[in-house]
């Protein structure tokens, strides 16, 4: 089966700061240390042409190839996962909220940007001011310092994580947060979206929504652990 915009890039374990002690929201906070291993993570959102190529199907609202699935839920996400994983023979997974975070501020090669890839959001992520009130194909603005695209605006993307209201007690190695104990936990997503302002689209920002949601603006990015990939 030919699989398009399967593109992965590697990224190179490493210690980074997770959060913003200065931010204004609470569940942006406390800074912590965490410790990544290394991993692979999607050039690109999951498109369009992607999912209909194993899925079938493409209900999105916003129709075209290379433009970034959406209206999908995180049990949606996870269910391509296995139908990809069964056809591929490897194990894709979604990324961890550390993982994506890293991966968005550039991993080992942080300039330290407000967004993935600029202080300038214009030139690396679709937004309210530029987006014109849709999605845009993927990999079409400039890519941040590992070549990773859209990680800042488009879309709001999945993460494996629970939704916590802070970073308090917080794994520091890198794994996905799953520990609170609600019977239908949130799920967290990141990155902004098409209609967002500019604060929403920093690297450090996150919201939550339940798991069997889907909205315009619900979409996601594929991690393959490094071991995995051959």
Not at 135 to 149: A, D, F, K, P, Y
Not at 167 to 183: F, K, L, R, T, V
């Amino acid at each position: 089966m030919d699989l398009p915009d399967l593109d992965l890039v590697f990224v190179e374990g490493g210690t980074f700061v997770m959060g913003d002690d200065s931010s204004e929201n609470d569940f942006e906070k406390p800074e912590h240390s965490v410790k990544v291993p290394s991993f692979y993570i999607g050039k690109y959102a999951v498109t369009q042409r992607l999912w209909k190529a194993l899925v079938g199907t493409n209900n999105a609202n916003f129709h075209g190839e290379k433009k970034p699935m959406e209206e999908v839920s995180w049990e949606d996400a996870q269910n391509f996962i296995v139908k990809l994983n069964r056809e591929t023979g490897k194990s894709f997974r979604l990324p961890t909220e550390a993982e994506w975070e890293y991966a968005a501020r550039g991993g080992q090669y942080s300039q330290k940007y407000l967004y993935a890839g600029s202080d300038k959001l214009k030139q690396v992520g679709w937004y309210f001011e530029n987006s014109g009130g849709e999605t845009h194909e993927v990999g079409l603005l400039m890519g941040n310092e590992l070549g990773i695209h859209d990680m800042s605006g488009n879309i709001y993307e999945w993460c494996e994580d629970y939704f916590h209201d802070s970073y308090q007690n917080a794994p520091n190695d890198g794994s996905a947060w799953i520990d609170q104990p609600e019977q239908i936990p949130r799920h967290t997503l990141r990155g902004g979206g098409y209609f967002e302002d500019a604060v929403k689209c920093r690297s450090i920002h996150r919201i939550a929504l339940w798991p069997a949601r889907r909205n315009v603006f619900t979409g996601f990015r594929l991690v393959l652990s490094m071991q995995t990939e051959s």
